[in-house]
């Protein structure tokens, strides 16, 4: 496989670790309500998902592999934007 391609099952078989430990120390953040949370880099989005469900919190997930935001949205991950966090794709400045 060449480095450039994505293969959203491999990435959460071997970097599940990344969202796994995103759990807990995401909760120290404590947003208000209905603050929107950017989560860079989402990979597939699982801890999106996760902090979502889990305290209702309005997740963006942006990554730039369009395959990985795909394969979350297959998994029904809401709201994934496409997007390079050096130049973020958001035109209203709300990140």
């Known amino acids: 496989m060449a480095q450039d391609q994505w293969n959203s099952s491999l990435y959460d078989q071997k970097h599940s670790f990344v969202y796994e ?3 807990d120390l995401l909760a120290l953040l404590a947003p208000q309500p209905g603050e929107r949370i950017l989560d860079l880099g989402c990979g597939t989005g699982h801890l999106s998902r996760y902090l979502e469900g889990r305290y209702g919190w309005k997740m963006v997930p942006l990554d730039l592999a369009a395959e990985g935001l795909q394969y979350g949205r297959s998994l029904g991950v809401q709201r994934m934007v496409q ?3 050096a130049a973020l794709p958001f035109a209203d400045g709300s990140f």
């Open 21 to 23: 430990y995103g759990k």
């Open 83 to 85: 997007g390079n966090i």
